[in-house]
């Protein structure tokens, strides 16, 4: 069998690329990405390089996905701009979304849409998987916090930036195109990820708060927060990947619905985060110094796309339930180690 990936150089596509070829022997992948592989996902993919075919270009340009095979199985479609605002290493300040509100809009919107197209096309297709984020639902959930409950998949979405809205706009598409031409497609909805190749690129340039931990407790430092109390839904990305590939896998009879949340299904703490850390790495600890933090999160968020999601229908259908946090962040911890070169 084969499998198209889009973004496949990038963070949780290059985890689901190397888990399928791991746990398929006989298969093969196409990686597409707008990007040559860097030396770190190049590291990466070294144990099944020989079964990756790449394919660099454009998501938004029809004559890219003219040149892709046509044999193939199964497509994941995770290439996106993600643009959050972060500082470089020069200390400037950049607002992707400010500086160029129409790369996000057309990468995320019509890159979905030559993806579905494409998709269609395929004489072999058994299923497309269309990734999408927690950042569709609403920064804020009336009365989630006085009685906390799991955030479901229906109900509660309210996109509000640029990301968020052309993510949920994907999943519109998705849902039009099955019904227009029967297309096998699903959606899911992913948490905070963290795990193996989390790195900044030039479409991604995010540090959760598992991630920085992590990086923290590998190297052997104290970390600095703002609040030992923000909180946060994290899932560990070997385990989205292995989410993806049951999907990809059920049958049409399996699956009741299109759309999925893949995420921990349950809160953490900053300092749930850090004592797990600690268990992996002796001595680790964290100081709360207020402004200028490592770690920033904002203790006030606690509802919404903050909180817990609801995974019961990715348990029910899939069978999948991720590993406990407290074995995750020891796991992520490890392999830090065993990779010193993953950039932080």
């Keep these: 069998m084969k499998v198209v990936v889009t973004g496949g150089g990038g963070f949780v596509m290059a985890n689901f690329l190397r888990h399928w070829l791991e746990a398929e022997p006989t298969d093969t992948a196409v990686c597409v990405d707008a990007a040559p592989l860097d030396a770190a996902a190049t590291r990466y993919f070294a144990p099944v390089a020989d079964r990756i075919e790449l394919a660099q270009g454009d998501v938004t340009a029809q004559e890219m996905w003219a040149q892709l095979p046509k044999d193939a199985d199964f497509v994941v479609h995770g290439a996106a701009v993600t643009p959050h605002a972060f500082i470089?290493?020069?200390?400037?300040?950049?607002?992707?979304?400010?500086?160029?509100?129409?790369?996000?809009?057309?990468?995320?919107?019509?890159?979905?849409?030559?993806?579905?197209?494409?998709?269609?096309?395929?004489?072999?297709?058994?299923?497309?998987?269309?990734?999408?984020?927690?950042?569709?639902?609403?920064?804020?959930?009336?009365?989630?916090?006085?009685?906390?409950?799991?955030?479901?998949?229906?109900?509660?979405?309210?996109?509000?930036?640029?990301?968020?809205?052309?993510?949920?706009?994907?999943?519109?598409?998705?849902?039009?195109?099955?019904?227009?031409?029967?297309?096998?497609?699903?959606?899911?909805?992913?948490?905070?990820?963290f795990g193996p190749l989390d790195r900044p690129t030039s479409v991604r340039n995010v540090r959760n708060a598992a991630n920085l931990v992590a990086h923290a407790a590998a190297q052997g430092r104290r970390l600095s927060v703002a609040s030992a109390e923000a909180i946060g839904d994290y899932v560990y990305a070997p385990d989205v990947a292995d989410a993806l590939r049951r999907l990809l896998l059920a049958s049409k009879e399996a699956l009741h619905h299109d759309t999925y949340n893949i995420a921990g299904g349950a809160t953490a703490t900053v300092a749930d985060l850090a004592a797990h850390a600690a268990a992996a790495a002796p001595g680790f600890s964290i100081e709360t110094v207020g402004l200028g933090a490592d770690v920033g999160a904002d203790p006030a968020r606690r509802t919404g796309r903050w909180a817990a999601y609801d995974i019961s229908r990715a348990a029910a259908d899939l069978g999948w339930r991720p590993r406990p946090l407290r074995d995750a962040m020891r796991a992520y911890v490890a392999w830090l180690r065993e990779n010193p070169r993953q950039p932080t």
Excluded: C, M
């Excluded at 290493?89 to 809009?105: I, M, W």
């Excluded at 998987?129 to 950042?135: A, F, P, R």
């Excluded at 968020?164 to 019904?179: H, M, N, P, T, W």
């Design 88 to 193: 470089d290493a020069s200390g400037r300040q950049h607002d992707p979304e400010r500086e160029d509100p129409v790369r996000v809009l057309t990468v995320n919107i019509l890159g979905t849409a030559r993806a579905l197209d494409w998709a269609r096309t395929l004489s072999r297709l058994r299923r497309v998987v269309y990734v999408s984020t927690g950042s569709v639902y609403a920064d804020i959930v009336a009365g989630q916090e006085e009685r906390p409950f799991p955030l479901p998949e229906d109900g509660y979405v309210g996109p509000y930036a640029l990301y968020d809205v052309s993510k949920y706009s994907g999943e519109l598409i998705a849902r039009r195109f099955r019904q227009l031409y029967d297309l096998p497609v699903a959606s899911v909805r992913l948490s905070s990820v």
